[in-house]
């Protein structure tokens, strides 16, 4: 089944612990993104990657850090996370136009 | 930073009736999207219109785009209880990369 694995789904931490939030997919796509989402502001995106090795800002990468190592997996890193990083992020992967998206980890900085 | 804009922000209808969302955007598009979002979970996609188009038909779904006013809706026919969600329409700007802009979206509630 073609699909977009996000991990954790739920995650509660303190500021300044790092944490990686995990993305994959199996449909070999060249394309692959993190968002966020926050009430009142739709989907913002955070990074981007056209391809292995090759990584863009989004909209709002500060604090931010992503890497592409492989094709399948496009992981999102947060540094030293703070409270204001409080939100639901997506991973989504295309390979033209349509975009799957993984079902969002709800992220929680305390 | 750029950003579509969806309008209405929310809307509630009858099962039966018809549901008409609106999207602006600012850049030049070569296509645009519109996808679907169940409460909190990820998106879906509904259907794409290429900029030489001006409209499109999928199921009870008709996308229409006028790239003269930077803008497209959806309108979904005989709304059921189950299209209520979020839509989102999603462009992707050229310049200077590949960024992919979501409008903030529709919040549909239909009524049973």
């Known amino acids: 089944e073609a699909q977009v694995t996000q991990n954790p789904r739920y995650l509660i931490t303190v500021t300044g612990k790092k944490l990686t939030v995990t993305c994959s997919q199996n449909?070999?796509?060249?394309?692959m993104s993190w968002y966020r989402q926050d009430p009142g502001l739709g989907l913002r995106q955070i990074y981007y990657?056209?391809?292995?090795?090759?990584?863009d800002k989004g909209d709002v990468p500060e604090g931010y850090k992503v890497s592409r190592k492989e094709k399948r997996n496009f992981p999102l890193i947060l540094e030293s996370p703070s409270p204001n990083q409080t939100s639901l992020y997506f991973c989504?992967?295309?390979?033209?136009?349509?975009?799957?998206f993984g079902q969002g980890t709800r992220l929680t900085v305390v | 930073s750029q950003q579509g804009e969806e309008d209405p922000q929310a809307l509630s209808i009858q099962e039966g009736e018809n549901a008409t969302m609106n999207c602006s955007y600012k850049t030049s598009i070569n296509n645009l999207q519109w996808y679907r979002q169940n409460s909190g979970r990820g998106l879906v996609h509904l259907i794409l219109i290429r900029s030489n188009e001006r409209e499109k038909h999928s199921g009870r779904l008709r996308v229409t785009l006028d790239t003269s006013k930077k803008s497209s809706s959806l309108l979904i026919t005989a709304s059921r209880a189950a299209d209520t969600a979020s839509y989102f329409c999603?462009?992707?700007?050229?310049?200077?990369?590949?960024?992919?802009?979501f409008g903030a979206g529709t919040r549909l509630f239909v009524k049973a």
């Open positions: 990657s056209m391809n292995v090795e090759v990584t």
């Open positions: 449909m070999n796509h060249e394309y």
């Open positions: 989504a992967s295309k390979q033209n136009t349509e975009a799957f």
């Open positions: 999603a462009t992707v700007d050229y310049t200077g990369g590949f960024k992919t802009i």
